[in-house]
């Protein structure tokens, strides 16, 4: 099985999956109205984030949307099947998709401070794990997380650097890791091409964004 089989990085941090169900992680910037959206992830309330524009363009009646407790209350606007809200840590479902919580916070930047509680996802698909970060530095949290596939910012800035983010997927050790947070609010692609660079031996980098 192609691990990445149906995955698109939309722009910036946004991601799509395309299997059984139709997963968008923070969505942003989305072109037309799908409305196409069986569950849709958000790690914190930031504009490019939780998008309340974008998330209106992808969502229908059976989406359930899921994003931390503190920023839930931002989404009873929309008339969907469920609002899950959630905490760093702890293990969920959403319309039959398992997925865990990890912490998402800067070390020493004002941006996103651990006490928001807001999170990255490790989403289960086909007995693979997909650890798709947030905004988030390299944290000590990462050294005992199990992922299979990684996804994580690059950009600097907000986030870890090309070079941290690598240092980060270095310790995981996945199979692959792909750059996001990236080419338009910040970073570039010259980032995500530092990144792949300093990845270590065994582990692969693709960037998907087009």
């Known amino acids: ?15 799509k999956i395309e299997r059984e169900k139709v997963i968008y992680i923070d969505p942003f910037q989305i072109e037309g109205t799908p409305h196409d959206a069986d569950i849709i992830f958000c790690t914190h309330d930031h504009f490019d984030h939780l998008n309340p524009e974008a998330i209106g363009k992808v969502m229908k009646g059976e989406t359930v949307i ?3 407790k503190k920023n ?3 989404l009873n606007k929309f008339e969907v099947k469920e609002i899950i809200g959630v905490e760093p840590n702890h293990e969920y479902e959403a319309n039959g998709i398992k997925f865990k919580t990890v912490p998402a916070y800067n070390l020493d930047k004002k941006f ?7 999170v990255g ?11 798709l970060a947030g905004d988030t530095d390299y944290i000590p949290e990462m050294d005992d997380l199990h992922a299979d596939v990684v996804f994580i910012p690059v950009g600097g800035t907000y986030t870890c650097t090309a070079e941290e983010a690598a240092a980060a997927v270095n310790a995981i050790k996945p199979k692959t890791a792909v750059p996001i947070h990236f080419g338009s609010i910040v970073g570039d692609k010259g980032d ?5 660079k300093n990845l ?3 582990i692969e980098g693709v960037i998907l964004l087009k």
Not at 1 to 15: E, R, Y
Not at 121 to 131: L, S, W
Not at 192 to 196: K, S, V, Y
């Open 121 to 131: 996802y490790i989403v289960t698909m086909d007995d693979v794990d997909y650890y």
């Open 66 to 68: 899921v994003a931390p």
């Open 112 to 118: 996103h401070k651990k006490k928001k509680n807001w």
């Open 1 to 15: 099985m192609d691990i990445l089989k149906g995955f698109t990085h939309l722009n910036h941090a946004s991601v």
């Open 200 to 202: 270590a031996e065994g």
């Open 192 to 196: 995500a091409e530092t990144f792949i």
């Open 72 to 74: 839930a209350k931002k």
